[in-house]
């Protein structure tokens, strides 16, 4: 099957020129002015947006987290994402404390495997370190194409590692190639505040707010960087959220040190003032926690100072009935919001249309960065000759509205009801086949594959 798309507004990170792509099979096959090849389809996109796939390297997709699971399955997860122009996401592989990381990754694919609609690919994270986890790093890079190992420096007694742990695996997966990706806020000081708002009785959702203060993550930013230096491991920051975290990166690179920061779409867009709606803050518990305006501010400058390198989602859905589990104690509100299918268009609309951000910068924080720093680059992220066929024709102007009536995402709620966005996905073609055309997705269940990455460098 060959595509022809005409006279689109091809913009990548670095370039933004009208021209036509041929795509032969799953991948580009020639990018020029009036190309005369003859294809079994064509496309015209005069006026529209054309840039590569969205890549979105941190969603929780069938995730077991606080006693529930995230309600997106890896198909509904990943046919939303799809829908929201994403073609690539990452998942999380959870080690179970005790056992093995081959255990973990035998479950995940249990769920994974031959169900997802979009292409798909996993970090491992590490809960438990020891000699035999040490032993099975090797294998993940090399054989099952892991690259990324995730560690949590927060939510004891199930994910988190101490810091003796933390430098014997970045020893470990510097030695293998990989890099080491942390959820940087510090465990001990959120659950002494947890307990003390608890045992005053403090129990809505802005308890929740209040027991991760800024401190707590730019402590452990600062901590992870320091370790990261020391072993020389490549390192990148999830879900990073205020001032303090950015700029202990900030002194890292006053040492000549890298580290990679991946904010969410949430933390760009809302702040800890939804908290004080004690009936429906428990939408936006997510750890960390929303922050403030000043913050907001700070992630956008970020960005623009090449100190923040993506803008993921940290989709981690839940149904407002699970929501309630905590309806009487904030600490029990299973963690996390639904954006899988939201962040290309938010991001476009509160980011580009609102000049807050050029397109190439769009393009490189959504789709090509997470590809080069995740060893996928360049057979995704990309829009060039060999690149996996994976396209987003995107009307600039188009508007519209947010709401859990018309989204794909497995979840009776959305965090951005009623929000009117400038600029929609139209159509979307993952490896050469368009799954998405004008709201309806064309592929089916399976289509979806695991990528392999490479391993990585630590620059980019
Ligand atoms: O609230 C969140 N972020 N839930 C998902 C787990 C995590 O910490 O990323
Ligand atoms: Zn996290
Ligand atoms: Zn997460």
Redesign the pocket.
């Known amino acids: 099957m060959s595509i022809l798309i005409k006279n689109g507004r091809i913009v990548t990170a670095t370039d933004d020129y009208v021209a036509d792509i041929f795509i032969d099979g799953e991948t580009i096959s020639a990018i020029g002015k009036n190309l005369p090849m003859q294809a079994d389809r064509t496309i015209y996109a005069t006026g529209k947006l054309v840039f590569p796939g969205g890549i979105d390297p941190?969603v929780?997709l069938d995730?077991p987290?606080m006693g529930t699971f995230?309600s997106d399955t890896h198909e509904t997860g990943t046919r939303a994402a799809l829908h929201g122009g994403t073609t690539t996401v990452i998942d999380?592989v959870l080690q179970k404390q005790g056992h093995s990381l081959k255990e973990a990754l035998a479950d995940w694919n249990s769920r994974a495997r031959g169900t997802t609609v979009g292409d798909y690919s996993f970090h491992m994270a590490v809960t438990d370190f020891n000699e035999n986890t040490k032993a099975e790093i090797r294998e993940m890079v090399e054989e099952e194409g892991i690259t990324s190992f995730k560690t949590?420096m927060?939510?004891k007694g199930a994910?988190m590692i101490d810091d003796s742990q933390m430098i014997g695996l970045m020893q470990e997966v510097k030695k293998q190639g990989g890099m080491v990706t942390v959820?940087a806020t510090n465990g001990d000081v959120i659950d002494y505040l947890v307990a003390k708002h608890r045992s005053e009785g403090k129990l809505s959702p802005l308890y929740h707010y209040l027991s991760q203060p800024e401190v707590t993550e730019a402590e452990a930013s600062g901590r992870f960087a320091d370790m990261a230096d020391y072993t020389g491991c490549p390192g990148y920051i999830?879900?990073l959220t205020c001032e303090g975290a950015l700029n202990a990166v900030r002194n890292a690179t006053r040492r000549n040190q890298k580290v990679f920061v991946e904010t969410c779409i949430q933390y760009l867009i809302l702040d800890a003032s939804l908290y004080e709606n004690e009936a429906e803050g428990a939408k936006w518990?997510?750890?960390?926690p929303l922050r403030e305006k000043k913050d907001q501010q700070t992630l956008w400058a970020g960005i623009n100072q090449g100190l923040v390198q993506v803008v993921a989602t940290?989709h981690?859905p839940f149904m407002w009935e699970q929501k309630l589990m905590g309806k009487d104690d904030f600490s029990k509100i299973?963690?996390?919001?639904p954006a899988i299918e939201n962040r290309m268009e938010l991001l476009y609309s509160e980011g580009v249309h609102k000049g807050r951000i050029t397109l190439n910068k769009y393009v490189e924080v959504a789709c090509t960065n997470p590809a080069k720093i995740f060893g996928m680059f360049p057979r995704k992220g990309a829009i060039a000759v060999g690149s996996d066929a994976d396209i987003v024709i995107f009307d600039p102007e188009e508007r519209h509205m947010l709401s859990a009536g018309t989204h794909h995402m497995n979840v009776d709620y959305s965090g951005y009801e009623g929000m009117e966005l400038t600029g929609k996905v139209k159509t979307v073609l993952l490896r050469g086949t368009v799954a998405i055309d004008d709201n309806t997705c064309l592929v089916d269940k399976g289509y979806g594959q695991f990528i392999k990455r490479n391993k990585v460098s630590g620059k980019i």
């Open positions: 941190h929780h995730m987290f995230s999380f949590f927060a939510y994910l959820h999830v879900h518990v997510m750890s960390p940290d981690c299973p963690n996390g919001h």
